[in-house]
């Protein structure tokens, strides 16, 4: 008989018995629809990853000392403090070709203050190439000037959300507030950039110049100093790394490349995403087991079909139906069952990511080859648990079958 | 009738291996039953009788003998051309029906058609309407068996029986679950199907019942005791004439 009518014939079947082909479709609803959902907050947290690391800037290189190094931890116990100096900066910046900006970059917290608004608030104190490398543009405003820098002047520019905390309904710029108790002007502020997928708050900036922001908040005695650095190209970035490296080492008398972690932002990068795939596959291996349980489901219900249609089975081979042809019956139902269970799964992974996304502020990405694999494994699924009871169907007594009782 | 000869069995025995015991259903049967030919096949409960009948309608295999259906060896076919012999030789009819459930009479009907070769839905469904006009229910073919009385549920597995113009029907205590009178129809029907040029091998329980056949075997302990031409054949329509008609035909049951 040909597979049309061997189709009609399954999908009659599975339509006779509405509630029990529900029943078994549930299981691969739950199974896809988990698999979509799963790998599409996965790949929205890879996807947010990567958009973060590129809103680090464009070609930059991070240069820190080490402080895992257990010569440096023994140096900054001894309390010479971090390896690296402002005199690295000029060396970069002199002596490194491909080197478009540089800046130190210095971090520490502290209050903020505007008349009876308070805020808790990141400093950080760079040079004026900062605002280029991290490409922080500005909502209103200015930027400091250069010469700010040098005489460490009490001036800065804040984030949005700085702004909108402090200053509530006012306009900051030309304001002055007090970080620590020590007055600062604000001169411009900052485009907003969001949440990061971290959850953290990119907005939630100060930055000051370095000097003024060592001099009056930090003292030199806990000064600690990154320096970031752009390349002028992606193609010099490892050439500009190792030519920092090799300053680093002659500029610092006794240290080893260990001392100093020279890491651009396709380092940082892999190493982000490599975290998150394992992540992606972490939650699709979940998933994967829940569209495994529904396969079992599909098998169990169809062997307990197979019994409960033994009498059915007798009479169709009884009437001209071949071992073939309850074979195929019985595995085309069980693949009916399992691609449409998958597409109604996709349709409900795909929803429940969309919402889970709007409502828990994620970022979601339904990627096609999430669907194909989903599709795909259901297939399988299908064809693997329907195979079995399709057997011992195929394979009855028919005498036995129809006296079955 | 031409002498053409459809079934021929020779030696034929069957037995059922029941952990250390073997039970011996049929012990060495000779048989030859002729194109065209209604056959009665009587004999005490357990002589072998439904063990016979699966044995020539190919539903199960002999331990040892022969059977040769027009001319060919069964033992010789593969499964591929048993089932197709099963499909559109051989029509078999039940004691106890064996419709699908859940399943539109005119779909019952339909099912040998569709393990068939390719036909058009249209064409199916004209030949199995044609059958359930035959067995006289054609107006109930949107019914589901268990909206049907057993007389009318065994009429739908007439005509299913018949659906595929078969060469020969085999009927295995087809009124064993019905009323006497729905009995008579049923051999009335029978008898109807013969007229048409049908050959009837019929296995019953009651004495009445084979005197509308041609010619009655019996059958005791796996063997036959005795064979002979039917010389007191009645006509079943006549016979339901004289009978008393019940107000609901489909009252018993
Ligand atoms: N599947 C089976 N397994 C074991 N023994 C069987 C099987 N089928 C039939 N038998 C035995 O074979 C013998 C003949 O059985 P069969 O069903 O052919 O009798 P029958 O003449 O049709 O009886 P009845 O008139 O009661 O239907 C019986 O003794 C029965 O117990
Ligand atoms: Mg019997």
Redesign the interface.
Known sequence: MDIISIMKIAFKSLARNKTRTFLTMLGIIIGVGAVITMIAIGQGATKQVNEQISSMGTNVIMVVSNMSNTQSRARQAAGSGNLLDEGDVKAIQENVDGVLYVSPVYNTYGQLKYGSNNWRGSITGVDVDYFLIRDLSLEYGQYFYPSEVESGAKVCVIGKTVADNLFVGEDPVGKTMRIRHIPFTIKGVLKSKGASSMGMDQDDIVIAPHTTTVSRLIGQRWKFMTIIVSAISKERIPMVQEDIMNILLTRHNGTTRDDFIVRSQTDIAEAASAVSNTLTFLLASIAGISLLVGGIGIMNIMLVSVTERIKEIGIRMAVGASKRDVLLQFIIEAITISVIGGLIGIIMGWSLAVVLGQTMNWSISVTPWSILLAVGFSCAVGIFFGWYPARKAANLNLIDALRYE | MDNNILISVRDLTKSYQMGEISVHALRGINLDIDEGDFVAIMGPSGSGKTTFM?LL?C??KPTSGSYFLDGINVAEMD??AI??V???KIG?V?QAF??????TAL?NVE??L???H?MSSKERREKAMQALEIVGLADRAKHYPNQLSGGQQQRVAIA?AIV?DPAFILADEPTGNLDSRTSVEVLELFQKLHSQGKTIILVTHEYDLSHYALRIITFRDGKVISDAPNLDVHIASEDLKKMPQLDIEEEVL
């Open positions: 699966n309608g539903l199960d499964d591929k089932t197709q099963r499909n559109q078999y039940f064996y419709l699908l459930p859940r399943t779909e099912l040998p569709l393990y068939r390719k299913r595929n």
